[in-house]
């Protein structure tokens, strides 16, 4: 096996062009690359076995996620994975109102987001609580407790 390091679009142009066999990707769903490949050839995504989810889930931030089934086409069942969230990270000196704020827009307006990215139909706003495996800005633990989103 040869493993190659590419960004999203190289590494899909690769395998389109039968240059690459396999792809490992670390994006939001769907991903656009992955669209694009799937629309040219036929593709099989693999579930991880449950003793790798398992173990990678030990670590804080990642947890079990299973892709529904239909993401891309051909994929006709649900695919076994890993997830973490996506986060946004700010300085540590930033005020705590400022950050305050910057969670509280965003979870106001969390219904509009699935409009911009599909995988954020998949997502409540309370999951913007979940342990990040990185602690979370002062700011935002208050909002998130305000919520009932953290104890």
Request: aromatic share 10%.
């Amino acid at each position: 096996m040869k493993v190659q390091f590419c960004s999203f679009e190289d590494a899909a142009q690769l395998m389109v062009d039968g240059h690459l066999d396999a792809l490992l990707f670390t994006t939001a769903f769907p991903a656009p690359s992955i669209l694009n490949v799937s629309s040219q050839q036929k593709l099989k995504l693999l579930s991880l076995p449950d003793d790798k989810v398992k173990a990678m889930t030990r670590f804080r931030g990642v947890e079990a996620y299973t892709l529904p089934a239909g993401l891309y086409r051909g994929m006709d069942a649900p695919v076994k994975t890993v997830a973490s969230r996506t986060h946004i990270i700010v300085r540590s000196d930033m005020p705590d109102e400022v950050a305050y704020r910057i969670v509280k827009v965003i979870a106001e307006n969390f219904g509009r987001y699935p409009g911009i990215l599909k995988s954020m139909q998949y997502t409540k706003a309370e999951e913007m609580a979940k342990d990040a495996g990185i602690p979370f800005h002062p700011g935002a633990l208050k909002y998130y407790k305000e919520r009932g989103w953290i104890k």
